[in-house]
């Protein structure tokens, strides 16, 4: 933590190649606990890659990721990341409590039974809760996936294309958590190609064009997030 007791991410340039070409280059950003970071840009921009980087599942050939001093490359970092892949991977021979379980353990961390109830039911998942994840719907998997990411609200958050397939209350829920999680501290990154589910969570934005940053900028309430991105990505293509 920084020294007012935050949590602190550090990102120190952190590139990543793909045979010659360039993944992500001169990523840095740094990002407060309390502070809801918005990864913004078409396919191909470096969106995922920055965000597998950042949450330690991909090693970057330069540059390095620093939760609270603590590289998160490394095994027992992970255990303060909570992340929501994309596409998540679930073990569908467990029962939903099962593998919330599971995931736990394999962090160290004890499961806050009431804590875990809460989320099961806010996600409208209790009474499934000891059917097989083999046996659910994407979108009921997506809502198991995103109970682990956030449950216990740890340190840094990463949540990749959070709403591709929940429907509107649950989506509705997400935003509700992500707003407790900035009050627990938390560091929230957030990728996702839905601007007004952007604008109605982020405190700030970085947009990003063939794996650089082009424009970072902070929240504010006449905030015009198509207009911008309409001007650096569709615009240009236009002329």
Known sequence: MDEMGRNLLEINNITKFYGKKKGINNFSLNIGGGEVTCIVGPNGSGKS?????????MKSNNGQCMLNKMNTADIETKKHIGYLEESPFLYEDLTVYQFINFVFSVKCLDNNEIECERLIKKFELWEYRNTLIKKLSMGMRKRVSIIVAIMNYPPLIILDEPTNGLDTKSVISLKEEILYAKKHNCIIIVSSHILDFLKQIGTNFVFLKNGEIVKKINYCDNLDL??????????????
């Open 49 to 57: 890659t920055s965000i597998k980087i950042i949450s330690g599942v």
């Open 226 to 239: 198509d207009a911008i991105y309409k001007n650096l990505y569709i615009n240009e293509k236009a002329i």
